[in-house]
């Protein structure tokens, strides 16, 4: 079956750029997270959405980051004048969302600002 | 503070040999806890899980974990390591709606 896909998988912008990253979760799955991950480092946590409850942005580094998901679907996370210390592994997973269910990750987007 | 620490940044071991990477964990109440495998240039992978029940969980690849609640570790094992074990490992627990990743260890396998 499908597993969590995300999209582009590479993303070089300048500095200042605005980015768009997607993620679309498997199906059924409630809940979505979004992490960040640097080169040699592990999982930063940055936002987590479950069903049409409230997100958890208590992950998000600063306002301009910022996260939507339509229903229990499609995510998007959006980095607004992109820093070069934003350049990480952006990584996204879903779960069933029914506590504590195993997350499955998707690829990742590997982006890079110039 | 709730936090996972993953106190080896690098594990070698020789091919055949028992490996063991290690985890402990702070947090009030019973979290579950997780293992997850990161190769190169993929996406973390699940490994195995605890929740409840017998403290010796066994998983993926045969990998197997101990739950210790008095020492508050759950360190990841494997009797006899292959080559192809060699990845990036994350111990993680979940806690009130929220995933608590250690910041990893490289596990290298050597022939």
């Known amino acids: 079956g499908a597993g969590v896909s995300q999209s582009p998988s590479n993303k070089v912008t300048e500095k200042g750029k605005d980015v768009e990253l997607r993620c679309d979760p498997i199906?059924?799955?409630?809940?979505l997270y979004w992490y960040r991950q640097r080169l040699g480092q592990g999982l930063e946590f940055l936002i987590y959405?479950?069903?049409?409850?409230?997100?958890?942005k208590s992950g998000l580094p600063s306002d301009r980051f910022s996260a939507e998901r339509t229903g229990e679907s499609v995510s998007t996370l959006t980095i607004q004048r992109t820093q070069q210390e934003d350049s990480a592994v952006y990584l996204c997973?879903?779960?069933?969302?029914?506590?504590?269910?195993?997350?499955?990750f998707g690829p990742g987007t590997r982006l890079l600002v110039l | 503070a709730q936090s996972v620490a993953q106190p080896e940044d690098q594990v070698n071991v020789a091919e055949g040999n028992p490996l063991t990477v290690k985890c402990t964990y702070s947090?009030?109440?019973?979290?579950?806890l997780f293992w997850y495998v990161q190769y190169p240039n993929r996406g973390l992978q699940f490994l195995l899980k605890y929740i409840t029940g017998d403290n010796l969980v066994k998983g993926s690849y045969g990998f197997e974990a101990e739950f210790n609640k008095s020492q508050t570790s759950f360190h990841l094992k494997k009797p006899s390591a292959l080559v192809s074990d060699s990845a990036l490992y994350f111990c993680?627990?979940?806690?009130?709606?929220?995933?608590?990743f250690g910041s990893g260890t490289k596990l290298n396998v050597k022939p």
């Open positions: 959405f479950q069903g049409n409850s409230a997100p958890d």
């Open positions: 947090v009030s109440g019973n979290p579950y």
């Open positions: 993680a627990f979940y806690n009130f709606n929220k995933f608590y």
């Open positions: 997973a879903s779960s069933l969302g029914l506590g504590g269910e195993t997350q499955y």
């Open positions: 199906s059924g799955h409630t809940a």
